[in-house]
């Protein structure tokens, strides 16, 4: 009995050593092309551990979806997994956030509110605006442990014309994170640092842009041995992925926003190394959240699955990219075929209530091979001529909207 007891014990112990932990990293701002001109050897070790891809940010160009290529825009793409369109975050102002598209760290709280979950930022907004910690309308959400608002801190951080203030307060964000990491291990966490943004809209494509870069890659560096140190010590796993909001404009590097190919190229590091397709095929900022959530096992509730555009780059995957084209008086549906098993089922809502917060009707209209690729429909008789179709498939599922122009 008392060995029995033991391998109880023992097996106890096992599980709650393998607890899976997460840590997202956006380093503003940094162009793929520069980074991969770049000596960043930390950044380089994290993906030989894993993968590094190129990927995108902005939407689909020239859709319903299509998306500025600003900051706070693009880092709730990576908090929500979903456009501007739905989360409707348009410039870094964040007015009116759509708070019905959950974050990352809502829908984590709100699966298991024992989850530890920390943020260490450069920008106090990311805490209070895009996430709404405390705000009712974004769910009364808490962040257990919160390292940011440095930048009002003129006494601590004098400001400067040189924008060296912003450095300093990286370094003192990404010492944090690395030693609450190391030391208190919650279970997801999130790091924005700003200086390689700052350098530059000052400078462009530079020598002192480079060696911005280099300098976030060491502040990476901290975190990441700080995780390694974390995971020999508890037996945990963790995931880490390091990316960045935006490219930078073609001509100079000073400036984004815009709909170039380099200011929508943004880029992706990880240190898992069971990569499924998606990874380096149309990978975009949208997948990250959508990833960790498996990675931590962490269920999407239904109806926001619905609402999701990202694709999962770990784990098996059936599809991505649902495309609608109206052909006469039918619509055609095309999607990538990442993994031909099993059936689609498209499903259709003739309403958005999602959007103030209500609930769609979905009617279950065809089901094809996942295979075919493809599917022809009736368009619906619908006053508004916008529909949302979903397409149910085995591993994940995928979503698009239709505008009748």
């Not at 405390?134 to 003129?154: H, M």
Request: hydrophobic share 35%.
């Amino acid at each position: 009995m008392r060995s029995l007891c033991i391998l109880w014990m023992l097996f106890f112990m096992q599980v709650t050593w393998a607890q899976r932990k997460a840590v997202f990293i956006i380093l503003d701002g940094i162009s793929a092309d520069a980074l991969e001109k770049t000596n960043t050897p930390f950044i380089d070790e994290i993906a030989a551990a894993g993968g590094y891809t190129r990927a995108n940010t902005g939407g689909v160009k020239g859709s319903y979806n299509e998306s500025p290529t600003i900051s706070a825009p693009g880092y709730n793409h990576i908090l929500t997994g979903t456009w501007s369109n739905k989360h409707n975050v348009w410039d870094n102002d964040i007015r009116e956030p759509n708070y019905n598209y959950r974050n990352i760290f809502r829908i984590a709280e709100e699966h298991n509110p024992n989850l530890k979950t920390a943020i260490f930022s450069t920008w106090l907004d990311n805490r209070t605006k895009l996430i709404g910690d405390g705000l009712s309308q974004a769910g009364n959400i808490r962040i257990d442990y919160a390292f940011d608002g440095f930048e009002l801190d003129e006494e601590k951080f004098p400001h400067d014309a040189d924008k060296r203030y912003i450095f300093d307060i990286d370094e003192h964000v990404s010492k944090e994170a690395a030693r609450y990491l190391l030391e208190h291990g919650p279970d997801l966490s999130w790091v924005y640092l700003e200086y390689t943004d700052d350098m530059g809209h000052r400078f462009g494509d530079s020598p002192e842009y480079t060696e911005a870069i280099q300098l976030a890659d060491v502040q990476v560096g901290r975190i990441w041995r700080a995780i390694q140190q974390r995971m020999q010590q508890t037996g945990e796993e963790w995931m880490i992925v390091v990316t960045t909001d935006h490219g930078r404009d073609a001509a100079t590097g000073k400036d984004h926003g815009g709909q170039s190919d380099r200011e929508r190229t943004v880029w992706i590091s990880t240190n898992l190394n069971k990569l499924n397709k998606r990874f380096g095929n149309g990978t975009a900022s949208i997948d990250i959240m959508p990833s960790i959530l498996r990675f931590m096992q962490i269920p999407l509730p239904e109806d926001l699955e619905r609402e999701l555009d990202g694709v999962p780059f770990i784990g098996r995957v059936s599809v991505a990219n649902l495309r609608t084209q109206q052909e006469g008086k039918k619509i055609r549906l095309t999607w990538d075929v990442l993994d031909d098993s099993g059936d689609a089922t498209i499903l259709m809502s003739t309403t958005d209530y999602f959007r103030q917060g209500g609930v769609d009707v979905y009617k279950k209209i065809k089901k094809v091979k996942v295979a075919d690729g493809t599917a022809l429909v009736k368009s619906p008789q619908s006053s508004s001529g916008d529909y949302k179709f979903v397409l149910l498939v085995p591993f994940n599922s995928i979503n698009n909207q239709f505008v009748d122009k």
